[in-house]
């Protein structure tokens, strides 16, 4: 049973790296160019506006159907991020900022 929540987690949690991201930017300007240069000329040969405005709903429709979800095939490139620092607060001698003075309407703060 927990692997089926861990699963689920996975899916609703919608994590798609930059590659994914490029993708489905294409897929969007791509089906829905598609889908509207269909409906146009569906509509356009049958001189029917509810065929045109049926065939752009289900274009759209499609589209939301194949971006919108985080499927599997939007994240193959993960990036692999950086471990956490430790929290507490940090000298600024350790990390090499010793001669650095900040002033705040001519006061000097540190």
């Known amino acids: 049973m927990d692997q089926l929540l861990d699963q689920a987690r996975s899916i609703w949690e919608g994590e798609i790296d930059f590659e994914g ?33 049926y065939i752009g709903l289900g274009g759209t429709a499609l589209t939301f159907l194949a971006v919108v979800p985080p499927w599997p095939f939007y994240n193959q490139h993960p990036l692999p991020w950086l471990q956490a620092r430790e929290t507490g607060r940090v000298a600024l001698g350790t990390l090499g900022l010793e001669g650095i003075s900040v002033e705040v309407d001519g006061q000097r703060v540190s």
């Not at 300007?29 to 040969?45: H, R």
């Open 21 to 53: 991201q490029r993708l489905a930017d294409l897929l969007t300007y791509a089906l829905l160019s598609l889908s509207g240069a269909i409906a146009f000329l569906v509509g356009f040969s049958t001189q029917d506006i509810y065929q045109t405005l």
